[in-house]
């Protein structure tokens, strides 16, 4: 159980066009989402936490109308990347808290989404 | 405010060797998370472990193990006789209670283990 999806996995696109990225909890409802970004051998960094029905909170330094998230469901948050630029290239990484995680805080981790533009 | 610091960038070791990764975190919360996850060249993160603020016990799992202490702020994890398929990178993360959830990942430690 407890299985994340992210679609999709490699994406290739030109600068200036818009890629979304889909997140979804398989087998479980998720109130929290967390989108994080990680560069080549760097870690990985929050970018916004997403609750469902409500706006995301961007971290600071993130441009929340560059990375626009949408999380419409209790199973789906998606993350559009708007004109995007070579610069946005990096390795996206969804996360999922369960509705029922309660006060352990548990999250599971998508497969995360390797973005490259050219 | 919350840091990580994992100061070990690399290691390499022989298979069959044990390893000790570091990890060291800030924070003036009683109440928090330690985690510790696996990233494989595949990307996908793997979760290790999980441990509350309140639980000092060292916890064992096969051939890995952990060393939690309040009092040096110190959260490590040994891989014991290491294998080539413990090559990855990993992660020690730390989440405070109460401040949303969001996790506060350290700059990772990159092993290697050779054949």
């Known amino acids: 159980g407890a299985v994340v999806s992210q679609h999709p996995s490699r994406v290739i696109c030109k600068s200036g066009t818009s890629v979304k990225i889909e997140c979804r909890s398989l087998d479980f409802q998720a109130t929290t989402m967390f989108w994080y970004r990680q560069f080549p051998k760097q870690s990985l960094m929050l970018m916004a936490t997403s609750n469902e029905g409500s706006k995301a909170t961007y971290e600071q330094g993130v441009e929340k109308d560059k990375f626009l998230i949408n999380h419409a469901s209790l199973t789906l948050s998606t993350l559009t990347v708007t004109s995007a630029h070579p610069e946005d290239s990096s390795f996206y990484i969804c996360?999922?808290?369960?509705?029922?995680?309660?006060?352990?805080?548990?999250?599971?981790f998508g497969p995360g989404t390797r973005l490259t533009v050219t | 405010a919350q840091k990580v610091t994992q100061a070990q960038t690399e290691i390499s070791v022989v298979e069959k060797e044990d390893v000790t990764l570091d990890c060291v975190y800030e924070t003036r919360d009683t109440t928090y998370y330690l985690f510790w996850y696996k990233q494989p060249p595949s990307g996908e993160l793997v979760f290790l472990i999980r441990r509350n603020s309140f639980d000092e016990q060292n916890e064992i799992s096969g051939r890995y193990s952990w060393n939690f202490q309040k009092s040096t702020s110190s959260f490590n994890f040994t891989i014991t006789a290491s294998q080539v398929v413990d090559s990855a990178v990993y992660f020690c993360a730390l989440s405070v209670i109460g401040n949303t959830d969001k996790l506060i990942f350290g700059t990772g430690t990159r092993l290697q283990v050779f054949p």
């Open positions: 996360s999922a808290r369960p509705r029922t995680s309660g006060t352990t805080y548990e999250q599971y």
